[in-house]
């Protein structure tokens, strides 16, 4: 298994400021994934990060509003730019098995952001 | 593009009973499909996993079920417990290392 956690876990910001939001593993993992959750709504993937190399960011995400690093292979930051309250959700990390076998996931415990 | 349909209501039932979860996708048959738990304030957990070739998978009180013709999975609590109250979300892959989630449904065991 896998123990992520993740920093701040909660935080209220104004709008137009930007947040970083870290995430450590507890071990070398390849892949590493951000979502975001919204109130009643499902997780939806922002980008993968892989060490090494630049996040594959999906439909609807662009690096400009959400940079990505990856500087090892247990650690990366999201940065929410330019906020606004549409903002306002918890950002999850996530790391697929440490075995690299792509059959579960591990979360951490999410970062609750506020932008008034 | 594919959509998972997990029931937005909530499931109430009584300790003891089982408790029983559908999840339905709109398009492909993935090659697995997963069921997480989530409590408040906590990220998701995961709880099975059951391939496309698979019909069933236990694990101690859960039991979950796939079928490629139905584009269903039914996920099962036996002899549930208020400790089981939780949201319950279901996952796909979408090949290569993508998975997609479900908005999952509340599960209340009433004591």
Redesign the interface.
């Known amino acids: 298994s896998a123990v ?1 956690s993740q920093k701040p876990s909660r935080d209220i910001c104004q709008r137009g400021t930007s947040l970083t939001i870290q995430c450590q593993v507890d071990s070398q993992v390849t ?1 590493m994934f951000w979502y975001r959750q919204q109130p ?4 939806t ?1 922002i980008a ?1 990060a892989n060490q090494g190399s630049e996040a594959t960011y999906e439909s609807g995400f662009v690096i400009d509003k959400f940079p990505i690093s990856r500087p090892n292979l247990t650690f990366s930051t999201l940065t929410v730019s330019n906020m606004s309250p549409e903002d306002s959700s918890i950002y ?1 990390c ?1 790391v ?1 098995s440490p075995r690299g076998a ?9 970062t ?1 952001l506020t932008v008034l | 593009s594919q959509k998972i349909e997990q029931n937005s209501e909530a499931l109430n039932i009584q300790e003891g009973k089982t408790a029983t979860l559908t999840c339905n996708y709109t398009n492909y048959s993935p090659a697995y499909l997963q069921w997480y738990r989530q409590d408040p304030g906590r990220g998701p957990v995961f709880l099975l996993l059951i391939r496309e070739n698979e019909k069933e998978k236990r694990k101690e009180r859960l039991k979950v079920t796939f079928d490629t013709t139905l584009k269903q999975s039914l996920f099962h609590i036996t002899a549930s417990q208020p400790a089981d109250s939780a949201t319950y979300l279901c996952a796909l892959d979408t090949g290569g290392f993508k998975t997609i989630f479900g908005a999952g449904t509340r599960l209340f065991v009433k004591a």
Not at chain 1, 40 to 43: D, E, K, N, V
Not at chain 1, 102 to 110: T, V
Request: glycine share 14%; hydrophobic share 40%; net charge negative.
């Open positions: 992520i892949m009643g709504q499902s997780l993937l993968t999850l996530s697929e792509a059959d579960e996931q591990f979360f951490g415990p999410g609750r």
